[in-house]
């Protein structure tokens, strides 16, 4: 029973959605002409229950703006699943939150994606932010365990260790992060997009305020584009604690998680481009099919292998850690190049150019069509480090541009070693 190697899925019940997010991969605002009947959502809930999957998270759009969201939350823990969900806050009430609560819904996300002007700005809703942090008092109030997720881009990343204290006094207990790329939206958007330079900058700043979060207990969950065998992997991946198997293991696409969108089709990751990733849909065959024969569920099945580093190209194929990483994470290579297996958003490669006294850019090259999880391509640079930057970059990130507390200032410095050095 090979298929059981999935456990996770992350469904997105519809695209309909109140916000309308400048850096939004899938697009999202009206449902999707064909989206899924109750009876074939219900029916999808006991498919995923058969071929092993053992925690849900619904996501959107938004997905309380679907009728029955509630009823498939009940389906989904009856089934013996636990059920998650991930929104952006605009529109839960207290009421709202009980019956999530009262239909088995355990753990919520709430997005956070900057202070409010950032934040509002970043979801096309004057307003947002303000509704997003009472949505995380409710929540609180009906007894869900709360988390928030944060998009780390040009706009948000000056503001990260406010945007941390702002979360933590909310009351969120978990803080999931993850590098804007360019899908959808975003893709439509490359100013905010961070620059891999840049990365130089972002990681000594995202691990001294990890490492306050982790000792004032909220666990920071570091996304699928995060890090890679950078001097701050082990404590990020670690969960805090420098554990010897605390760093980047690959991508998971299909090996453990699943992607669905709200038609029906399957995806080993929510966050895959449709087009080149889609496996089948579930009213042409049954997720158990799907899973354990269609190609695009299956590219990573070589994992540990010569054939898990073929796909390879560029720096990724040349580097140290080719077998492990297999390149990071599929989605990220994906976007920025119209196909996977060579990562600009990686930390080890930052400071590899660094050390070569280069540094590498992207620039867009071909526009996205405008679809859902669509993505474009850029063009990739690599030139010297003291090279003159493009003028008129208002947006350009750099550590004098972080905005640290002020009773933050007194904090040690910490010394960390390099995995592999």
């Not at 992207?362 to 850029?378: C, H, I, M, S, T």
Request: hydrophobic residues 35%; contains cysteine.
């Amino acid at each position: 029973m090979s298929y059981r190697r999935t456990s996770y899925a992350v469904w997105e019940i519809t695209l309909k959605c109140n916000l309308a997010c400048s850096h939004c991969g899938s697009r999202a605002g009206s449902q999707r002409t064909n989206e899924l009947s109750t009876e074939e959502a219900l029916d999808l809930v006991r498919q995923m229950a058969e071929v092993g999957i053992k925690e849900v998270t619904l996501i959107g759009g938004e997905a309380f703006l679907r009728p029955d969201w509630l009823q498939i939350a009940k389906a989904i823990t009856d089934a013996g699943m636990l059920c998650g969900m991930t929104t952006g806050g605009y529109g839960i009430s207290l009421e709202t939150a009980g019956k999530m609560k009262a239909a088995g819904i355990r753990t919520v996300s709430v997005s956070i994606d900057g202070l409010e002007a950032t934040h509002d700005r970043l979801r096309g809703k004057k307003g947002s932010w303000k509704y997003a942090l009472k949505t995380i008092k409710h929540l609180r109030e009906a007894g869900i365990f709360v988390g928030c997720n944060t998009q780390i881009n040009r706009l948000s990343a000056p503001e990260f260790p406010r945007i941390y204290e702002c979360i933590r006094d909310a009351g969120a207990l978990a803080w999931q992060i993850q590098l804007t790329v360019p899908m959808g939206n975003a893709a439509d958007n490359a100013d905010i997009l961070l620059q891999p330079h840049e990365l130089l900058d972002i990681y000594p700043m995202i691990v001294r305020v990890a490492r306050r979060a982790y000792r004032e207990g909220v666990k920071v969950q570091p996304g699928n584009n995060i890090g890679y065998y950078g001097p701050e992997e082990r404590i990020l991946r670690g969960r805090g604690k420098e554990y010897e198997l605390g760093f980047w293991q690959g991508c998971s696409a299909g090996l453990s998680t699943l992607g669905i969108e709200a038609d029906g089709a399957i995806k080993g990751c929510p966050s895959l481009p449709t087009t080149a990733y889609t496996g089948g849909n579930i009213r042409d065959f049954s997720l158990h099919e799907i899973v354990e024969n269609s190609e695009e569920l299956n590219f990573n099945l070589g994992a540990g292998t010569p054939e898990g580093t073929k796909h390879l190209w560029g720096f990724c194929k040349t580097c140290e850690f080719a077998e492990l990483c297999r390149g990071g994470c599929s989605w990220t290579a994906h976007v920025f190049f119209d196909r996977r297996g060579n990562n600009p958003y990686c930390h080890h490669r930052a400071l590899v150019h660094a050390e070569r006294g280069l540094r590498e850019r992207v620039v867009p090259k071909v526009k996205a069509q405008g679809l859902p999880f669509d993505n474009g391509e850029f063009e990739l640079i690599v030139e010297p480090m003291d090279a003159p930057l493009p003028e008129n970059d208002p947006l350009r990130f750099t550590a004098d541009s972080i905005q640290w507390p002020e009773n933050w200032q007194d904090e040690p410095e910490v010394a960390y070693s390099v995995i592999g050095g």
